[in-house]
């Protein structure tokens, strides 16, 4: 069976284990729960994650690691 979950990086780290590498479902609801893909702890609805990632990076090397992470190959 397919994997039904995409991962992402948030500029925030897991409140665990620090990692910025978060994992949810592919279909998006706002409801959906974000976990952290290293540590497997909730850390966020979908909304809420989609809200940190409008706000943009905190810091210049925040925003080259995002531009690194999230492109498309």
Do not use: W
Not at 1 to 27: A, I, K, Q, T, Y
Not at 35 to 51: D, G, H, I, P, W
């Amino acid at each position: 069976m397919p994997d039904l979950s995409e991962d992402f990086r948030l500029p925030v780290g897991c409140r665990n284990c620090g990692s910025h590498h978060m994992r949810v479902s592919e279909v998006h609801n706002p409801d959906d729960r974000v976990f952290c893909a290293s540590c497997n702890r909730y850390v966020c609805l979908y909304t809420e994650a989609m809200e940190i990632l409008n706000q943009g990076p905190g810091s210049e090397s925040e925003a080259l690691l995002e531009k690194a992470a999230h492109r498309h190959p």
